[in-house]
T-cell receptor, first 111, second 111 residues
């Protein structure tokens, strides 16, 4: 999977708790992305990063925050998880306006 | 809002036939176009990229791009049951903007 590791791979959490998902890359790609995938909606961009400490919002960013303190790590935090955030989360990396490579995904269930 | 449209399917084709998958996009400034394949429960994997008008062939796969019509397609020749998956079209313009994905077309190749 192009040197991309997501952790955890599966998580069940309770409504209202904070959750952090981690994406780690060994490819030294500048760009990193968090997408969520839901039936009927496809892949939707949550946040992305174009460098260390440089991030921007995607189309579904409400309720999520991100941080990138090192080139290789991109963290996605759900400040207070809600059932609507139950989804499969994918991290992706790219060199820029080129193809993106995806991690294995994290299946998050909020109960 | 940049949009990428695909028929959700399922598209069913017999083994050995040609499968034709289509995608339209709204942003006339789009420069880079990608096809991803996603098996159930797995992450998307890149199968084709195309950047200029015309056809691009790679093995059994041919990507076709028509920027004037804002249309990109993927042909799969000699379809195999192992080609059964969801195919995602993704588009980006220059300037390092993130990929925008269609919702995907589910392909079923019947043996």
């Amino acid at each position: 999977d192009a040197g991309i590791t997501q952790s955890p791979r599966h998580k069940v959490t309770e409504t209202g708790t904070p959750v952090t998902l981690r994406c780690h890359q060994t490819e030294n790609h500048r760009y990193m992305y968090w997408y969520r995938q839901d039936p009927g909606h496809g892949l939707r961009l949550i946040h992305y990063s174009y460098g260390v400490k440089d991030t921007d919002k995607g189309e579904v960013s409400d309720g999520y925050s991100v941080s990138r303190s090192k080139t290789e790590d991109f963290l996605l935090t759900l400040e207070s998880a809600t059932s609507s955030q139950t989804s499969v989360y994918f991290c992706a990396i790219s060199l820029g306006d080129t193809e993106a490579f995806f991690g294995q995904g994290t299946r998050l269930t909020v109960v | 809002q940049k949009e990428v449209e695909q028929n959700s399917g399922p598209l069913s084709v017999p083994e050995g036939a040609i499968a034709s998958l289509n995608c339209t996009y709204s942003d006339r400034g789009s420069q880079s176009f990608f096809w991803y394949r996603q098996y159930s429960g797995k992450s998307p994997e890149l199968i084709m990229s195309i950047y200029s008008n015309g056809d691009k062939e790679d093995g059994r796969f041919t990507a076709q791009l028509n920027k004037a019509s804002q249309y990109v397609s993927l042909l799969i020749r000699d379809s195999q049951p192992s080609d059964s998956a969801t195919y995602l079209c993704a588009v980006t313009n220059s300037g390092n903007t993130p990929l925008v994905f269609g919702k995907g077309t589910r392909l079923s190749v019947i043996a």
